[in-house]
T-cell receptor
Framework: AQSVTQLGSHVSVSEGALVLLRCNYS??????LFWYVQYPNQGLQLLLK??????LVKGINGFEAEFKKSETSFHLTKPSAHMSDAAEYFC?????????????FGKGTKLSVKP | GAGVSQSPRYKVTKRGQDVALRCDPI?????LYWYRQALGQGPEFLTY????????KSGLPNDRFSAERPEGSISTLTIQRTEQRDSAMYRC???????????FGPGTRLTVT
């Protein structure tokens, strides 16, 4: 069975600082991994995805994530935070169990950006 | 083009009432998923359709919950005899196929009083 763990329910950074949101996964098969962002009163928006091609994945809004099999990690980073990055971020793994590819989500990390 | 839409966006109902939540997927998307998200948690899978066929309902918490997608497009999630513990955000997602990324709607916030 697959699972994801997001370390830190809240992360606060200053504008212009590095953003690092942590995600570790558990999977008995090569995983498909995703990061979604949720802005207030909006749906989940896909930031980026890893599907066993390049280990460094670039997404929208300057975010990127690196798949590290040895560490079972898929941390999300952005070199310089903007105020508009304040949102909740979810890491997810594709389920290869009974269902046809539903996503298994972490609990989310709320990012605050201080001016 | 238009994304996934859900209605109503907010629903307040009294305990014991039935509710129906609607999802209108992106046109042409074959796969449709329902998730439920409690406060402070990530979305949790409820059920999945491929065209009009309900392929997996293993995530539905009990038999008060049901879903349909009769013409392979719009889907309805119905909760009968609602209970306070059913209060949550209900999210719908669609996908061009089961192996592709999922596009989420804005969700329906259900509050059972």
């Amino acid at each position: 069975a697959q699972s994801v763990t997001q370390l830190g329910s809240h992360v606060s950074v200053s504008e212009g600082a590095l953003v690092l949101l942590r995600c570790n996964y558990s999977s008995s098969v090569p995983p498909y991994l995703f990061w979604y962002v949720q802005y207030p009163n909006q749906g989940l928006q896909l930031l980026l995805k890893y599907t066993s091609a390049a280990t460094l994945v670039k997404g929208i809004n300057g975010f990127e994530a690196e798949f590290k099999k040895s560490e079972t990690s898929f941390h999300l980073t952005k070199p310089s935070a903007h105020m508009s990055d304040a949102a909740e971020y979810f890491c997810a793994v594709k389920n290869y169990g009974g269902s046809q590819g539903n996503l298994i989500f972490g609990k989310g990390t709320k990012l605050s950006v201080k001016p | 083009g238009a994304g996934v839409s859900q209605s109503p966006r907010y629903k307040v109902t009294k305990r014991g009432q039935d509710v129906a939540l609607r999802c209108d997927p992106i046109s042409g998307h074959v796969s449709l998923y329902w998730y439920r998200q409690a406060l402070g948690q990530g979305p949790e899978f409820l059920t999945y359709f491929n065209y009009e066929a309900q392929q997996d309902k293993s995530g539905l918490p009990n038999d008060r919950f049901s879903a349909e997608r009769p013409e392979g497009s719009i889907s309805t999630l119905t909760i009968q005899r609602t209970e306070q513990r059913d209060s949550a955000m209900y999210r719908c997602a669609s996908s061009p196929g089961q192996g592709n990324e999922q596009y989420f709607g804005p969700g329906t916030r259900l509050t059972v009083t």
